[in-house]
């Protein structure tokens, strides 16, 4: 019988090993199979390989996207309350974080990178390029597979280590030998920074890196640094999860029958990976490759920010990214997010920054958090019900000296677009409509609005194409401001069939110094808070913010500026995850923390703004005036983590195929 391949989890998965050449393209899929032999001792046939497993990492199974990829509709809704998906109407399902929903799992490709570093390991490889070629490709394999193990474990817990084995099975024996038990969760960590140290030392020749700065275009290829931040980024999940776990609670931890820790970390080893993280990350920073985007004054730190996400030529602080290169691989992003006035097709608007994340930005000059709506220093909840007593702040947008968004952290500009910003060199129109001076009975502003036109039609109108406005539509604004993160000022950058081809980021340096912000911080060996704002007041700086004591660097503080610096990155999610404070934050009808607004409830909210028009020759016409409000789309559905959902559930068919394999905690 033909032998075939076989992963020992999985008896019955028969995959017979394709190789895949020959363009050097990292953004191209090649398309024709090679015989084995013939791959590696041909860098081409390598280097299309590898291409192949980049691609299968940034989505599919080993959920390297995260379902944050920005490529399509489908991956919008990145984190619970980074932004508002359009989809749906008012009353559009609760926005439940089902277990599966970002479950990784792909032993496949495990598979599949293990024969291929068989392959490079042979005297046949060796022999036919030189050894730091060969060091760059195994390299690059073997962070791909721990970044493949990392998502997984993450979303699992303890799984099964395989290392380099590639197993074989005979159809008709006996497939008991193959069925490997699960790993303790500390142990598949402690495999994963082994990993990534091993990667960092293959990808590094005689202190020299093996993939050099101008070969690795638009930080496509993981190079030492990318293992670094891997490195640093898994043992901060590791050291979470040993801190915040709550000891003996059945959804958090778990032994297995045979008394392996299969689901949490003790405690004890908490500062170890702590300081773990801060030295991978502290090596990155220290190494000098990467230097934070910056400006001096308000403006040039404004387009700095928004450069390090959307500008790929010059960038000096992206690490690692999945980049994309039009015609073969782009992405619908600005197409469906762009504001729908500015964009060159139909769609537009299908996401809404929430006003809740707007309010988490602090003015430049006096900390204050928050936009305010009304006179009185009520706070920010009860100005929406204030009344004519307490009259609207008006505000002339026109005017930076006036406009309440400009005078927050710089970094506000690169992350949201709000009423009268400009993108694509022009004001962006989000209006809700008119306040003529009158209130409603409850104390609401009384407006006036109408229905947002249909693109392109001519006239004026109280409410802007964009919106916002409570309607069904999806092509309108719900939230009144719109994410400018991966948008594509490009001309063609929303048309079909190219679209865009911005990237995703993975890795940027200011991660390193988040990391070792927060290492510090939680860790006392490493110096606490005292060493830990050097290092967050770094990632301030850049919105031109007054720097923090120790003693105002708390943990509340960091979740804040965490918030902030890595808005639509895919962070907010696993980082309310690892802290086990998910389905505190996100408890749906409980809404338990209200009175810590802004920093995270579980209803988003919205502000709208309306143009001021209080007669003629009023000189406060044309200004704006904002109320805020829960948001239209989840006003009846509120985000909603259970606490089960920490660790994804198992399938069926896994344990089939391997009986020793047992259900997660919460299934």
Known sequence: MKKK?????????????????????????????????????????????????????????????WGASNATD??????????????????????????????????????????????????????????????????????????????????????????????????GTDATP??????????????????????????????IATIPATQNKNAALANRWAAKMLKARAALTAASIAKFNTPGDALLEKKDRFGTQTH???????????????????????????????????????????????????NTEVIWAADRQSPNINTQWTSWVGPVTHTEGPTGNQLGAPADFVDTFEDRLTGAQGIRTRTLPTSLLNEMIAGSTNPPIMYDLSNPADNPFMQKDARLWGSVIWPQAVWKGTPVDLRAGEWRGEYNADGTLKVYTSAPPAKGTQGTFLTSINGPAENTSNIVNKTGFIPRKWLD??????????????????FRLAEAYAICAESALLSGPLGGP????????????????????????TFDQLRRELRIEFFMEDHRLWDMNRWRLADQYWDGPTDSKRVEYPNGTSYPYQLYGYTVNLGAGNPNNGKYVFERKKAFRKRANPQFFQRSSYYSSTDDSWRTWNPNWERNPGE
């Open 5 to 65: 391949f076989l992963y020992s989890l999985f008896a019955l998965f028969l995959i017979n090993t394709v190789f895949i050449g020959c363009k050097r393209d990292l953004t191209v899929v090649p398309n024709s199979v090679v015989s084995d032999a013939s791959v590696y001792t041909d860098k081409n046939l390598i280097t299309s390989v590898l291409a192949r497993f980049y691609s299968q990492i940034n989505g599919g199974n080993a959920g390297a996207g």
């Open 74 to 171: 489908d991956s919008y809704q990145q984190d619970p309350d980074d932004a508002q998906n359009n989809r749906g109407g008012a009353s559009a399902q609760q926005v439940l974080f089902t277990k599966n929903r970002y479950r990784a799992f792909d032993y496949g490709l495990i598979r599949r990178i293990n024969i291929f570093l068989q392959g490079i390991r042979s005297e046949e490889s060796k022999k036919s390029m030189s050894a730091f070629d060969n060091s760059s490709f195994e390299g690059q394999a073997l962070f791909l597979r721990a970044w493949t193990f990392f998502h997984m474990v993450k979303t699992l817990g303890g799984m099964t280590i395989v290392g380099d084995q590639v197993f074989e099975f005979n159809g």
């Open 178 to 207: 193959l069925q490997l038990k699960r790993n303790s969760e500390e142990e598949c960590y402690d495999y994963i920074l082994a990993q990534c140290d091993l990667a960092a030392a293959k990808l590094t020749s005689s202190g």
């Open 264 to 314: 949490g970390i003790p405690a004890s080893k908490a500062d170890a990976y702590y300081k773990a993280a801060f030295d991978a990350a502290k090596e990155v920073i220290d190494g000098g490759a990467y230097q934070l985007m910056t400006g001096g004054d308000l403006a040039s730190a404004q387009q700095a920010f928004n450069k390090v996400f959307n500008v790929k030529d010059g």
């Open 489 to 506: 000022e490009k001309p063609g950058a929303s048309l079909s069939p190219n679209y865009s081809d911005i990237w995703m980021i993975r």
């Open 530 to 553: 005292g060493v830990g704002v050097t290092y967050i007041n770094f990632l301030r700086r850049r919105g031109l913010l007054p720097d923090l004591t120790a003693g105002q660097f």
